[in-house]
């Protein structure tokens, strides 16, 4: 079954405020540091086809695994719901730091890190050292969305990236599959975020895959036995 096909049976009006609230999420959540100020063709001057660029590499990835889309959709709110949209996501452990590719929520989880690797890679050989990996993940998820058959939007860019990642914060503040709505909706408005905002964010999970793991608990053990 398509990602295309999926995407067109959400209703239009939960599809439609899903990319509001990816847009807007990049505004609400709160970050560690000064925020710079973002605008859109951030990158008109200093590197011109960094959009265009984006968008090819995650049309390649599609084209090898259609899944991508989904999976890089995914990155997006993994990074900026832990202490901002900074890149931190992407950031490997090191000697004296624990990151959040290992906390609960992302371990064997996440997936098509090397997505946004490429995408890098490809910005580096065009402008070295212009384009934000923070940035990315932000462009690649609005591109996965529209190359999935979902509308376009202007997304505002200028952000700098983390030197610092935390697995802890992740897991103080990331949900649980096993998170039930009204846990749910006092996490999402901690952030701002509504009671619509949670059912179109969860409603972005109709396209993808899921662990069995995740689910198994709702299919089997309605009672709570």
């Known amino acids: 079954m398509s990602v295309l096909y999926l995407l067109k049976k959400l209703p239009k009006e939960i599809m439609s405020h899903f990319i509001f609230l990816l847009s807007s999420l990049l505004l609400l959540l709160p970050t560690s540091a000064t925020p710079p100020a973002l605008r859109p063709g951030f990158y008109s001057e200093t590197c011109p086809e960094a959009e265009s660029i984006v968008r090819d590499v995650i049309r390649q990835a599609m084209v090898r695994e259609t899944r991508s889309a989904a999976s890089v959709m995914r990155l997006q709110f993994h990074d900026c719901f832990v202490n901002g949209c900074d890149g931190s996501l992407l950031l490997d452990d090191t000697p004296d730091m624990v990151g959040e590719k290992l906390s609960l929520s992302n371990i064997d989880s996440l997936r098509s890190y090397e997505v946004i690797d490429q995408v890098k890679?490809?910005?580096?050989?065009?402008?070295?050292?212009?384009?934000?990996?923070?940035?990315?993940?932000?462009?690649?998820?609005?591109?996965?969305?529209?190359?999935?058959?979902?509308?376009?939007?202007?997304?505002?860019?200028?952000?700098?990236?983390?030197?610092?990642?935390?697995?802890?914060?992740?897991?103080?503040?990331?949900?649980?599959?096993?998170?039930?709505?009204?846990?749910?909706?006092?996490?999402?408005?901690?952030?701002?975020?509504?009671?619509?905002?949670?059912?179109?964010?969860?409603?972005?999970?109709?396209?993808?895959?899921?662990?069995?793991?995740?689910?198994?608990?709702?299919?089997?053990?309605?009672?709570?036995?």
């Not at 030197?163 to 709505?181: G, T, V, Y």
């Open 121 to 225: 890679e490809a910005l580096e050989k065009a402008c070295p050292q212009v384009v934000s990996c923070a940035d990315i993940v932000i462009m690649a998820a609005r591109d996965a969305v529209v190359l999935s058959g979902g509308p376009k939007w202007e997304v505002k860019l200028g952000r700098k990236d983390s030197l610092r990642a935390s697995e802890e914060a992740a897991d103080d503040i990331m949900p649980s599959p096993r998170a039930n709505a009204s846990s749910l909706i006092t996490l999402f408005s901690k952030f701002n975020l509504t009671i619509k905002d949670l059912v179109a964010l969860s409603g972005s999970h109709s396209i993808g895959k899921g662990r069995c793991f995740s689910v198994l608990f709702r299919l089997y053990n309605q009672s709570g036995s």
